[in-house]
Each structure stands twice: as C-alpha cells, then as structure tokens.
C-alpha cells in the first residue's frame, strides 16, 4: 500500500477585508458621494449593497478600518494598474563591464572612462577589468596602477568598492555610484544676438544704368 502524501492544506479561495469577510466591528465608510461616517459594518455593507457596490476595506490598520463602497473588480485593476506602474518605475541596478589591456593606448582608455561616468550616472555599477595574456602576466603591476588611475578619473561619479583583485588571469575593480552625481543634460543650441540674418538683392542691367558712377576722392 503506497503512504498518502502529506501535502499542505489548500487556502480558501476567500476574499479578505471585503463585504461580509470584513471582520471589524465598525467601520470608517466612504461613500461614491464623498460622505463618510463611522457606522457598523452590517450597516455600512447594507448601505453599499444598495448602491449595487462591495464594501472594501482599503486601510485596514487605521482605527476604525476604512472601507471604501466600489466596484470590487475595478478596485483590483485599479490596484494592479498602480503596482504595474510603480514596478516600471524602479531602477534596476546592472553591473556595466569594461574590459582592458595593460597595454591600452590613450584614446580607448578615454572612451571607455567616457562611458563609465554615464553608467554611473545612469545609477549602474561598473566593473573595470585589466586581461593579461601569455607572458602580460608577469606585469600585473601595470594593470593594477590602470584600474587606480580609473577609479581616480572616476572620483567625482563614482567610489571604488575596495582594491582591485588579482583572480585568474585578469585584475578588476568594483565602482559604484556616488549619491549626488547628476545626470548630464543635452546642451540647448544659442543663436548669437549678433547674427541678424541680411537680404541679398540682384541688381538689373537698367538699374545699374541709372546709378552714377562713385566718385573717388581727389587729393
């Protein structure tokens, strides 16, 4: 005979804090009119289901609870739409990698630091990492001294988490966002008030005709 399994017990399918599930004696209850009053709860639920709404309980740890007399089904969208939106605006922090030689010249290096300060800006973390290849890694002194000389550059957006380590063959560096550092703002093009735009016009053969000759001045 084979042992039942001992699953956990299913949860009622129950509405909390709605209509006759509300376990408060009495309640703050607001009406689609904007009235509220504190009443019983079977009197409020009464009041609610008269005006074809539910009864909700929308703070529960206020004392008394507050319901609120709406439409269940559009009270959860409502609150599922809120959710949505608030999970749409949080920051997910990434780690942005950026990968260097020991041997990196001064225009990679620039570009990468270039892209560094916006992921800092942007709230993301940056990983700085030096890879050596063959005999490059009996020269890891020169990889340490770049990762340095980057979280420095990097001082004004970001803060080095700890010292660069040595794993494998490849020096890195943590740097995290610096509280304060504003996102850069796109520069707004200026018109100089001098520029004051000048009418061209073609002269005729007549015109030129009727014009005297410019005198030129005798000495």
Avoid at 30 to 54: K, Y
Avoid at 91 to 115: A, G, I, M, S, W
């Amino acid at each position: 005979m084979i042992p039942g399994r001992n699953f956990p017990p299913r949860k009622p399918n129950r509405r909390e804090n709605v209509n006759e599930s509300i376990r408060a004696r009495e309640v703050r209850a607001v009406f689609p009119d904007g009235t509220a009053e504190v009443m019983p709860t079977p009197a409020a639920l009464r009041r609610a289901q008269e005006l074809g709404l539910d009864l909700v309980v929308v703070s529960p740890t206020a004392v008394p609870p507050v319901a609120k007399a709406i439409d269940y089904g559009q009270y959860q969208y409502e609150l599922k739409k809120k959710q949505h939106d608030a999970k749409k605006k949080q920051h997910v922090v990434q780690v942005k990698e950026l990968k260097f030689r020991p041997n990196t010249d001064e225009h990679d290096y620039e570009f990468k630091k270039t892209h560094a300060i916006r992921f800092l800006q942007e709230g993301n973390r940056v990983k700085a990492l030096v890879q050596f290849r063959g005999r490059e890694i009996a020269h890891t002194d020169l990889g340490r001294k770049l990762l340095m000389r980057f979280a420095e550059d990097l001082t004004g957006v970001g803060a080095i988490d700890g010292m660069p380590r040595l794993e494998g063959r490849s020096f890195h560096v943590l740097i995290s966002p610096v509280k304060g550092a504003l996102k850069p703002h796109a520069p707004t093009a200026t018109t100089p008030a001098a520029a004051v735009p000048t009418k061209t016009t073609s002269s005729s053969p007549a015109d030129s005709a009727a014009e005297p000759p410019a005198s030129t001045p005798t000495e």
